[in-house]
């Protein structure tokens, strides 16, 4: 039985893929109905460099390497294991 309903279901499929005129989605037909009306104006593709030097002066944020990350993360790890390991040893007695 389940052979059927993936023969069905690639049948439909094939059927879908193969129409001759394909409808555009709702949000293709509201924008070119707006775009009749009111063209976008031409954008660049890059963005002008005073932009983005501009962008990048104003993060205040420090830039650290993958490895600074990394290291960090294994160290607290490590202080919560050795903290665990030592309330754990404490209790037993």
Excluded: H
Excluded at 36 to 54: I, L
Aim: proline letters at 9%.
């Amino acid at each position: 039985m389940p052979e059927q309903d993936d023969e069905a279901r690639e049948f439909d499929i094939k059927w879908a893929d193969g129409a001759e005129l394909k409808e555009p989605s709702a949000r293709a037909r509201m924008l070119a109905a707006r775009w009749k009306e009111n063209p976008p104006e031409p954008q660049p593709f890059r963005a002008e460099p005073e932009f983005r030097a501009r962008r990048r002066s104003s993060l205040r944020t420090p830039r650290r390497s993958a490895w600074g990350s990394a290291a960090i993360v294994f160290g607290c790890l490590a202080a919560v294991i050795l903290l665990l390991g030592y309330v754990n040893s404490r209790g037993s007695y």
